[in-house]
């Protein structure tokens, strides 16, 4: 294997811990603080209900003509959104308070404006969705509920594959990576559907294989070491294993980097949420489930 870190690197990682858990708190502060000041989540329209209409007309149809001509029809506010990657390509959205309304008037009076300002000039209607309030709500709760019980999950699987100690970490460092990716998101203004939490369970399901590989690795420093001191072994393995953490997650990142750039729009927020999660993942794995294991039973063996 490719050694991008020399052999024999001793990098005192646990005497950075507390730094890097200060970093993390703030960071998470400042998620948890736009998250406030916003109200909550900026759930799309998987979460909050409503209509989703993908367009296309000419590449000469700009944003402004479309917002123009749904500005008026009485609907509520519909929200306009170009993609990049396509000229001539909206997206529009409008909330609904009731199922009825969407399955009535709304969807009616949207399409017949389009149809009328834009029929002459290539318009094509490629795309519609309808998610009422209450199916939204059960959807939101459904979510929520998946990503808790996986990283509950990942934890539990990580106690019994190794030690207690090691599962605490792994859950905390796992619930640190959610709240990291969930604070970005808001900061940035990027809409949680359900693509969203595909990437919230990729994350989980990522950030615990890094978990794996170092866990394991201490394991094994340990049973071969005569005198173990639980500190040293684990900067020793978290060292050991570096250059396949920096390898996997760079070849990774290659992807996920290129998703976002030339992904397009609606793919952007799923490709935004790995790049954080992924990130994090590696951060938190290294400087606070790896630290936690020695803070909970400091200088004691861990089980074969």
Do not use: C
Request: hydrophobic share 50%.
């Amino acid at each position: 294997m490719i050694e991008i870190v020399p052999p024999g690197t001793n990098i005192d990682f646990l005497r950075l811990r507390k730094p890097a858990i200060a970093i993390s708190l703030v960071v998470i502060g400042i998620g948890l603080a736009s998250l406030i000041m916003k109200g909550g989540p900026n759930y799309g329209i998987d979460f909050a209900g409503g209509l989703q209409l993908n367009m296309r007309a000419n590449p000469d149809v700009s944003i402004s003509e479309v917002r123009d001509a749904v500005a008026d029809l009485g609907v509520g506010e519909v929200q306009v959104q170009a993609f990049e990657s396509q000229k001539g390509e909206y997206l529009l959205r409008v909330a609904a308070a009731e199922e009825e309304d969407l399955t009535g008037g709304v969807a009616a009076k949207l399409k017949e404006r389009l149809r009328e300002r834009f029929g002459a000039r290539g318009y094509e209607e490629m795309r519609t969705e309808l998610v009422g309030p209450r199916v939204g709500q059960d959807l939101r709760r459904r979510a929520i509920l998946a990503v808790t019980l996986s990283t509950l999950a990942m934890g539990v699987y990580i106690a019994l594959r190794f030690d207690r100690r090691f599962g605490i970490g792994a859950a905390i460092a796992l619930f640190h990576d959610v709240l990291v990716t969930v604070g970005a998101l808001s900061l940035w203004e990027i809409e949680i559907d359900l693509t969203i939490i595909a990437a919230l369970l990729t994350i989980v399901g990522y950030s615990v294989n890094d978990t794996v590989v170092i866990s394991d690795r201490i394991r094994e420093n340990l049973m071969g070491s005569k005198r173990p001191e639980l500190g040293p072994i684990i900067n020793r393995s978290i060292n050991e294993t570096l250059s396949r953490t920096i390898l996997t997650t760079g070849a990774t990142m290659l992807v996920v980097i290129s998703l976002f750039l030339v992904g397009g729009t609606v793919i952007h927020g799923f490709a935004f949420a790995l790049i954080v999660g992924f990130v994090s993942g590696v951060y938190s794995t290294v400087f606070i489930a790896a630290p936690l294991v020695e803070w909970l039973e400091p200088g004691r063996s861990v089980a074969a």
